[in-house]
C-alpha cells in the first residue's frame, strides 16, 4: 500500500480553481461535494477559496445506474443544497474520478433542484478507465493504476490518498 498527503494537492487545486473561476468571469459560485471523499475534499477546498455561499453535499445512492444492481446502500444519507441552484455557477467536486457515472449521477440530481448557469468538475484523482465522456476542469493529480490496483481517498483526519493492490 502506497500514502500520500493530500495536502500540496488541494493547495494546487484551490490555486487552479481560483485561476479558472477569474478567466471565466465567474462570482460567487456554489460548491457541492459527493459524498464522502467529495464533501472531504470539497470543505477543504471551500474554505481555501473562501466561498460565500454555504458548502452543499450530495449523496448520489438512488441516482446510480447500477442501483438496482447493488441494492441500498445501508448507510445513504440526505443531499443537502443550502442555496439556489438555477442560474448558479456550481463547483462540484469529487475525490476520485473513474469511470464517469458517479458524476454523471451527481449531474442528474444538481439538476433536479434547478438549472445551473455552469458546472465545474474539480477532483482530486483522476484514473483512467472512463466509461462515459466526462471530463474534469481541475485536477489535483492523474494517476496511472495497475490492472488490480485502486485508489482511495481516507479522513476526514488527515486526508490521505492511499494505493491499493487488489486482493
Known amino acids: 500500500m502506497t500514502q500520500t498527503p493530500v495536502e500540496p494537492l488541494l493547495a494546487q487545486m ?11 468571469g465567474v462570482e460567487d459560485p456554489a460548491m ?21 455561499q454555504p458548502l452543499g453535499s450530495l449523496d448520489i445512492t438512488f441516482y ?8 441500498l446502500h445501508p448507510q445513504v444519507k440526505p443531499s443537502d443544497i443550502p442555496f439556489q441552484v438555477d442560474d448558479r455557477h456550481i463547483i462540484l467536486v469529487d475525490d ?12 442528474n440530481e444538481i439538476f433536479d433542484y434547478g438549472r445551473p448557469a455552469s458546472v465545474i468538475l474539480a477532483v ?29 481517498l481516507t479522513g476526514p483526519e488527515p486526508l490521505i490518498l492511499e494505493i491499493h493492490e487488489a486482493a
Open 124 to 152: 482530486l484523482v483522476e484514473r483512467g478507465g472512463r466509461e462515459l465522456p466526462i471530463e474534469a476542469d481541475v485536477v489535483g493529480t492523474r494517476l496511472k493504476l495497475n490492472l488490480g490496483e485502486h485508489v482511495k
Open 64 to 71: 446510480r445506474d447500477d442501483f438496482t444492481r447493488i441494492g
Open 96 to 107: 476520485v474520478l473513474h469511470t464517469g457515472r458517479t458524476i454523471r449521477a451527481a449531474m
Open 14 to 24: 484551490a490555486g487552479d480553481l481560483s485561476a479558472l473561476l477569474q478567466r471565466r
Open 32 to 52: 457541492v461535494g459527493i459524498h464522502t471523499g467529495g464533501v472531504w475534499v470539497a470543505s477543504e477546498l471551500h474554505r481555501a477559496l473562501g466561498l460565500e
